[in-house]
């Protein structure tokens, strides 16, 4: 069993700053790229950003220059600095894994449970 839970989430006013956290946990052999995602009401889930295990990254255009993503490999763990929030980042934050268990061939995808992000005065 893999489980990823996230923490961090909540209400920020515009222009403000949260940091979310994902932590991975389970019989894990190995992680390949870990991410997040976000699914705003009415829209479809969106790659924010995502980050290899050698730590490249990819942004989406909207969140560049505002949001920065790492991971501490050591601790299973993925982070996502969020700052200058405005109202349309507003979104259920999810955080997802590349990830082989011990004992598995290949890899296969991990999903959070979500976490709310609220930006609104």
């Known amino acids: 069993q893999v489980q990823l839970v996230e923490s961090g989430g909540g209400l920020v006013q515009p222009g403000g700053s949260l940091r979310l956290s994902c932590a991975a946990s389970g019989n894990i052999f190995s992680i390949n790229a870990m991410g997040w995602y976000r699914q705003a009401p009415g829209k479809q889930r969106e790659l924010v950003a995502d980050i290899t295990s050698g730590g490249s990254t990819k942004y989406a255009d909207s969140v560049k220059g505002r949001f920065t993503i790492s991971r501490d490999n050591a601790k299973d763990t993925v982070y996502l600095q969020m700052s200058s929030l405005k109202p349309e980042d507003t979104a259920v934050y999810y955080c997802?894994?590349?990830?082989?268990?011990?004992?598995?061939?290949?890899?296969?995808?991990?999903w959070g449970q979500g976490t709310q992000v609220t930006v609104s005065s």
């Open positions: 997802n894994a590349d990830i082989q268990r011990v004992g598995v061939r290949y890899a296969y995808d991990y």
